[in-house]
Nanobody, 115 residues
Framework: QVQLVESGGGLVQAGGSLRLSCTVS????????KGWYRQAPGKQRELVAR???????TYADSVKGRFTISRDNAKNTVYLQMNSLEPEDTAVYYC?????????WGQGTQVTVSS
């Protein structure tokens, strides 16, 4: 059974930083595409950042230069370092892994940025 456990969300002032973590079990982590998505109230879920199996990094335009995705294969963990946070970054953030066209999701962690 594939499980994704997220942590690191919370309340932060604009300009602050947070680091999200997602530990994955039940799947060969190194073979997956890993990503972070977010969903704000009344909006669709959107891609924030992704590491492809080809080791290509992809970022949403709105977070380029502020957010960094990384992974530690030895710990089966993917991270999202978020700097210079803005109120518009407020959302539930979801960890995702993709393998052989199958998607697996974490439970989500709330990030709230106050102005």
């Amino acid at each position: 059974q594939v499980q994704l456990v997220e942590s690191g969300g919370g309340l932060v002032q604009a300009g602050g930083s947070l680091r999200l973590s997602c530990t994955v079990s039940g799947i060969i982590f190194s073979l997956t595409t890993k990503g972070w998505y977010r969903q704000a109230p009344g909006k669709q879920r959107e891609l924030v950042a992704r590491i492809g199996r080809d080791n290509i990094f992809t970022y949403a335009d709105s977070v380029k230069g502020r957010f960094t995705i990384s992974r530690d294969n030895a710990k089966n963990t993917v991270y999202l370092q978020m700097n210079s946070l803005e109120p518009e970054d407020t959302a539930v953030y979801y960890c995702n892994v993709l393998l052989n066209s199958r998607d697996f999701w974490g439970q989500g962690t709330q990030v709230t940025v106050s102005s």
